[in-house]
């Protein structure tokens, strides 16, 4: 890996780049994404993710870009950052799941009194509640068994994608209080004692995944 990275970069610096180019290389958008209805039973690659131009498809080019080794150095890296990226994307539950709301984009709701879209509370603010993100991933990955590495490392990353379009059903939309006809959801500490959990044991899984992946050298 030291290989593709410039001396002094850390992957974690690196790892919001996809989102920064999104707008100058529009034909990026769709790849950090799989729309899933709520109302499916599960991912439809055919379905789902047509012309292979979704998270999932481009998670499995990037993955064999990574580990060719004729590839150019340049082409390993560009692999290397959008899946730093992108695994983490798929593991967050709205990123795989939809309900005629962009994936919680369109739909709003107040999260302790703040007003804002489902999508950003389960992309920033559930995590940014959970303390300082180094100290969280430390304490997170020291909680991370040799049996779970072994059984979250195997798997398709259409599984991954499954699991979190579950998460999605269940907990993300599953839990949310029932609100009168065009009212705002409100959500507190029931939702979010219900959703850290799964927030955590993506981010475990999403780091476990990541690992295995290049560790896969050529
Ligand atoms: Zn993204």
């Not at 410039?6 to 790849?31: C, F, G, N, V, Y």
């Not at 109302?39 to 580990?67: E, P, Q, Y």
């Not at 590839?71 to 959008?82: V, W």
């Not at 065009?182 to 507190?188: E, S």
Request: hydrophobic share 40%; net charge negative; charged share 30%.
């Amino acid at each position: 890996m030291s290989a593709t990275l410039r001396p002094r970069e850390a992957i974690a610096a690196l790892a919001s780049w996809p989102d920064e180019i999104r707008l100058r290389r529009k034909d990026t958008e769709p790849w950090h994404f799989v729309n899933i209805e709520i109302t499916r039973s599960g991912l439809d690659m055919t379905r789902d993710c047509s012309h292979n131009n979704c998270v999932v498809a481009k998670i499995t080019d990037f993955r064999k870009l990574w580990r060719d080794g004729n590839a150019s150095r340049r082409a390993r890296r560009e692999a290397l950052l959008f899946l730093v990226h992108f695994v983490g994307d798929l593991h967050e539950p709205l990123h795989c799941a939809d309900n005629h709301d962009r994936g919680g984009n369109n739909l709003h709701v107040a999260f302790f009194g703040e007003v804002m879209t489902l999508h950003k509370v389960w992309d920033a603010d559930l995590l940014n509640r959970l303390g300082a993100e180094d100290a969280l991933f430390r304490t997170l990955s020291r909680a991370i068994t040799p049996d779970k590495r072994t059984e979250w490392s195997a798997g398709t990353i259409e599984d991954w994608a499954g699991e979190s379009f579950r998460a999605a059903k269940d907990v993300v939309y599953g839990d949310l209080p029932d609100t009168p006809h065009g009212g705002i959801p409100q959500l507190g500490e029931a939702y979010e004692r219900a959703a850290d959990p799964v927030v955590e044991q993506q981010i475990e899984k999403a780091g476990v995944r990541l690992a295995a992946i290049l560790n896969e050298t050529p």
